[in-house]
Protein backbone atom coordinates (compact mmCIF):
# COMPACT_ATOMS: atom_id res chain seq x y z
CA UNK A 1 0.00 0.00 0.00
CA UNK A 2 1.37 3.51 -0.50
CA UNK A 3 -0.63 6.77 -1.02
CA UNK A 4 -1.30 8.65 -4.27
CA UNK A 5 1.12 11.68 -3.27
CA UNK A 6 4.07 9.47 -2.08
CA UNK A 7 3.71 7.03 -5.21
CA UNK A 8 4.04 10.41 -7.19
CA UNK A 9 6.64 11.99 -5.71
CA UNK A 10 8.34 8.50 -5.51
CA UNK A 11 8.08 8.97 -9.56
CA UNK A 12 9.54 12.18 -9.66
CA UNK A 13 12.66 11.77 -7.61
CA UNK A 14 12.94 8.48 -9.65
CA UNK A 15 12.26 9.35 -13.20
CA UNK A 16 13.26 13.00 -13.14
CA UNK A 17 10.46 14.64 -15.45
CA UNK A 18 11.99 18.06 -15.64
CA UNK A 19 14.62 16.56 -17.68
CA UNK A 20 12.30 16.09 -20.54
CA UNK A 21 10.28 19.45 -20.54
CA UNK A 22 10.12 19.02 -24.91
CA UNK A 23 8.02 15.89 -24.22
CA UNK A 24 5.04 16.04 -26.59
CA UNK A 25 3.19 14.95 -23.11
CA UNK A 26 2.89 16.50 -19.97
CA UNK A 27 5.08 13.77 -17.66
CA UNK A 28 3.36 13.65 -14.48
CA UNK A 29 -0.07 12.70 -12.55
CA UNK A 30 -2.40 13.40 -15.19
CA UNK A 31 -5.70 12.23 -13.69
CA UNK A 32 -5.69 12.46 -9.80
CA UNK A 33 -7.14 8.87 -8.98
CA UNK A 34 -7.78 7.45 -5.40
CA UNK A 35 -5.46 8.31 -2.17
CA UNK A 36 -4.69 5.08 -1.35
CA UNK A 37 -2.85 2.63 -3.90
CA UNK A 38 -2.76 -1.23 -3.70
CA UNK A 39 -2.22 -2.24 -7.17
CA UNK A 40 -1.38 -0.85 -9.87
CA UNK A 41 -0.85 -1.82 -13.68
CA UNK A 42 1.85 -0.54 -16.06
CA UNK A 43 1.43 0.20 -20.23
CA UNK A 44 2.52 1.54 -23.36
CA UNK A 45 -0.45 3.39 -23.96
CA UNK A 46 -3.56 4.70 -22.76
CA UNK A 47 -6.36 2.91 -24.47
CA UNK A 48 -9.79 1.71 -24.32
CA UNK A 49 -8.57 -2.01 -23.90
CA UNK A 50 -5.87 -1.27 -21.60
CA UNK A 51 -8.10 1.07 -19.41
CA UNK A 52 -11.13 -1.81 -19.47
CA UNK A 53 -8.51 -4.68 -17.98
CA UNK A 54 -7.34 -2.15 -15.68
CA UNK A 55 -10.67 -1.48 -14.52
CA UNK A 56 -11.51 -5.40 -14.33
CA UNK A 57 -8.18 -6.19 -12.32
CA UNK A 58 -9.96 -3.74 -9.44
CA UNK A 59 -6.92 -1.59 -10.43
CA UNK A 60 -5.98 1.50 -8.10
CA UNK A 61 -3.45 2.99 -10.52
CA UNK A 62 -2.42 2.82 -13.74
CA UNK A 63 0.94 4.01 -14.86
CA UNK A 64 1.67 4.31 -18.73
CA UNK A 65 4.12 5.43 -20.95
CA UNK A 66 2.24 7.39 -23.27
CA UNK A 67 0.27 10.04 -21.29
CA UNK A 68 -3.28 10.76 -21.22
CA UNK A 69 -2.87 14.51 -22.32
CA UNK A 70 -0.50 16.22 -24.57
CA UNK A 71 1.29 19.43 -23.98
CA UNK A 72 -1.01 21.39 -25.98
CA UNK A 73 -4.17 18.60 -25.94
CA UNK A 74 -6.81 19.09 -24.49
CA UNK A 75 -9.86 18.18 -26.30
CA UNK A 76 -12.44 15.72 -25.13
CA UNK A 77 -14.29 14.25 -28.26
CA UNK A 78 -14.80 10.80 -29.98
CA UNK A 79 -12.85 7.75 -28.53
CA UNK A 80 -10.51 9.88 -26.45
CA UNK A 81 -14.09 11.54 -24.30
CA UNK A 82 -14.99 7.96 -24.04
CA UNK A 83 -11.64 6.70 -22.34
CA UNK A 84 -11.48 9.49 -20.18
CA UNK A 85 -15.39 9.14 -19.16
CA UNK A 86 -14.41 5.17 -18.45
CA UNK A 87 -11.34 6.16 -15.83
CA UNK A 88 -13.62 8.60 -14.16
CA UNK A 89 -15.82 6.10 -13.61
Known amino acids: MILRDELTDWLKASLHPEDFLDDFCYNGLQL?????IE????????NQLFL???????TD???VHHGVFGRE?????????EKVHTMLN
Do not use: N, P, Y
Open 73 to 81: LFHLHGLFK
Open 32 to 36: EGKEI
Open 52 to 58: EKAIAAR
Open 39 to 46: KIVFGVSF
Open 61 to 63: AII
